[in-house]
């Protein structure tokens, strides 16, 4: 990432919706470890769990705290934003009144600007005099100005607001304010924008080595986007392999009936784990490097197999229901198109309570289970 990034730009790794699925604390650790001077998350809460990780980098919260929770925030050492006009003087009465300590360093704010998201921030006019209440609060600094891309692989809409984005930092300066850290670039605006002179780029699917359905990569970047790998892969092992006579039906509503002598295994993956019941009769796993269609309905706890091609399966085999085996692979996109979404959605919507288990070059490096992260010694 960091040779997409403009020269000098800090790298924000983007660990938020448990880091997009694969283990927040896990992603936070390793990103910190691989060089990355920030982390993004989009609640507090996301920020207290890093901090209770004993991980001490900076961390952004990317959407507004409000203003009973400013004390946590201080106590946490957080960077904040700003980003709703009508709640900025509430939101600096509260950190005035809440740093850590009154000799403690000054909450670092980041002020949003909505440029065409449409979503949050101030408007570009705006700028200056927010800046101004934020750089004049004791206890608080301006430490960013930033937007998001709305449509990272449309060149017009991207330049549309990179100029909106241009007259605030322009109605900065007019204000007397200095300009603070400017940032705008996710894994779209690396991978396809012009970012100018930005000081920070906030890296989210990219980092967890995927890119967006169809992007446009850049052709400067197109090493980079062939250097990626996907560092998720869902395995199951099968609870049951069973031989079903024609005609006999599996899974609830019977959706699905054997048409001849079949094998089927029962693999404990359901949509309770994020397995989507739009699933249901249109997906496929690996087994010993080929693909087996998954049948019937998808429960919240399991999911069919129809493994009659494979000779002699067993609760042995290892299923690959996202990721590579032999010569095949299951990718994201293919499981988004599926159920009509994005890879951002598959990744982030898996559950909690799926054990996460953790591999560096070295091998293993630790678990995650609901029970608790657990660490290889």
């Excluded at 200095?178 to 605006?189: E, L, N, Y």
């Excluded at 169809?214 to 869902?234: D, K, N, Y």
């Excluded at 784990?273 to 998954?294: C, E, I, K, M, T």
Aim: charged fraction near 20%; glycine fraction near 10%; include cysteine.
């Amino acid at each position: 990432m960091r040779t997409l990034a403009p020269a000098g730009a800090r790298l924000g790794a983007v660990v938020k919706a448990d880091g997009y699925g694969h283990g927040l604390e896990v992603a936070a650790r390793t990103f910190v470890a691989a060089g990355a001077n920030l982390l993004c998350v989009a609640t507090l809460d996301e920020a207290v769990r890093v901090r209770e990780a004993g991980i001490g980098a900076p961390v952004l919260v990317l959407f507004e705290v409000p203003p009973e929770a400013m004390a946590l925030a201080a106590a946490t050492g957080v960077e904040l934003v700003a980003s709703d006009p009508a709640g900025l003087e509430r939101s600096l009465a509260a950190m005035t009144a809440t740093r850590a300590t009154p000799a403690g360093p000054p909450l670092a704010v980041h002020l949003e600007i909505e440029t065409g998201l449409g979503r949050a921030g101030f408007p570009p006019v705006s700028a200056g005099v927010a800046a101004q209440r934020i750089a004049a609060t004791p206890g608080v600094r301006l430490a960013g100005l930033w937007t998001h891309f709305a449509s990272s692989h449309d060149e017009a809409a991207t330049a549309a607001q990179l100029r909106r984005f241009g007259e605030a930092e322009a109605a900065l300066a007019a204000a007397g304010v200095a300009a603070p850290s400017r940032h705008v670039a996710a894994t779209g605006g690396l991978f396809r924008a012009e970012l100018g002179e930005a000081d920070l780029v906030r890296p989210g699917l990219a980092l967890y080595g995927e890119l967006p359905d169809g992007f446009p990569v850049a052709a400067a970047a197109q090493p980079v986007a062939r250097a990626l790998r996907p560092a998720m892969t869902l395995k199951a092992r099968p609870l049951r392999v069973e031989r079903l006579a024609a005609g006999e039906a599996v899974g609830y509503g019977g959706l699905w009936r054997a048409p001849r002598p079949s094998t089927v295994a029962t693999l404990p993956v359901g949509y309770g784990d994020g397995w989507s019941r739009a699933y249901g009769g249109r997906s496929f796993a690996l087994v010993r490097g080929r693909r087996v269609p998954l049948v019937g309905s998808v429960a919240m706890d399991a999911v069919i197999a129809d493994v009659t091609e494979i000779p002699q399966p067993s609760t042995a085999d290892e299923f690959v229901l996202l990721g590579a085996q032999g010569d095949e692979r299951i990718t994201a996109t293919e499981l988004a198109r599926l159920r009509t979404t994005i890879s951002w959605e598959v990744l982030a919507s898996m559950a909690y309570r799926i054990a996460r288990v953790y591999h560096a070059a070295a091998g293993l490096t630790g678990t995650r289970t609901l029970a608790g992260e657990q660490r290889a010694r």
